[in-house]
């Protein structure tokens, strides 16, 4: 009868040492600072994911602009020569305007540079 109180005792001093155990861990991790596990799969996702979100949406941008022009060139009427050269400046406004470069640095100031050149040429044109 003593030997299966002893076995008793030690279960139940195995199992509040446990909880107590537990308990310890549960309140390392709510305190600031404290030990918190690492997800390494999920973070490593989340890293890719949003690496390849800005080049996602940037194509896209240009995915739409290029349906809007066109479905802007559908809808539109074909035109007198005169007006043809109106659609025409109109829609290399829209495709090559500073404005809606998606580039930076460099290749941006060499495309504004290059749209200046040419829309001041297609000014000249059109006082012709």
Wanted: avoid cysteine.
């Amino acid at each position: 009868m003593v030997h299966v109180l002893g076995v008793l005792l030690a279960g139940v001093m195995l199992a509040l040492g446990w909880l107590l155990w537990r308990g310890v861990q549960a309140l390392r991790r709510l305190l600031p600072g404290g030990p918190r596990p690492l997800r390494a799969a999920p973070l490593r996702l989340a890293r890719h994911r949003l690496a390849h979100a800005d080049a996602r949406a940037a194509a896209l941008t240009a995915e739409v602009a290029r349906l809007r022009l066109a479905l802007r060139q559908v809808r539109q009427p074909v035109a007198a020569p005169r007006d043809r050269f109106a659609l025409a400046k109109r829609a290399f406004a829209l495709r090559f305007h500073p404005d809606r470069v998606v580039a930076r640095g460099l290749e941006r100031a060499v495309r504004v540079a290059m749209f200046k050149e040419h829309w001041a040429e297609l000014r000249r044109i059109e006082r012709e």
